[in-house]
């Protein structure tokens, strides 16, 4: 069984950044991909940005040249470095692992971590 935990959320104001880790317990990430979604306040759960075992990347258009994803597998950990910050970024991220990023962006996610609150004050 993986468990992910995400970690690096917090308040930030608009313009700032922010990291946020997301590890993984149990298993390492294989040849799995990685991704990040979000869930603002009142509204459905969101794909921000995906990557593959590979390191192929893929993001939504509005996170695109603001948000890098990364991974170290040999730490069994993910990154998600948020820059510009946006008060429209503010939601709970939360980590996820699927057989592939064409999954990932279909919501076809094998494991879900518990997410970590972002808040941008503008």
């Known amino acids: 069984q993986v468990q992910l935990v995400e970690s690096g959320g917090g308040l930030v104001q608009a313009g700032g950044s922010l990291r946020l880790s997301c590890a993984a317990n149990?298993?390492?990430?294989?040849?799995?991909?990685m991704g990040w979604f979000r869930q603002p306040p009142g509204k459905s759960r969101e794909f921000v940005a995906a990557i593959s075992w590979s390191n192929t990347t893929s993001y939504a258009d509005s996170v695109k040249g603001r948000f890098t994803i990364s991974r170290d597998n040999a730490k069994n950990t993910m990154y998600l470095q948020m820059n510009s910050l946006k008060p429209e970024d503010t939601a709970v991220y939360y980590c996820a692992q699927a057989p592939s990023i064409a999954s990932m962006v279909n919501y076809d996610i094998n494991y879900w971590g518990k997410g970590t609150l972002v808040t941008v004050s503008s």
């Open positions: 149990g298993r390492t990430f294989g040849y799995d991909a």
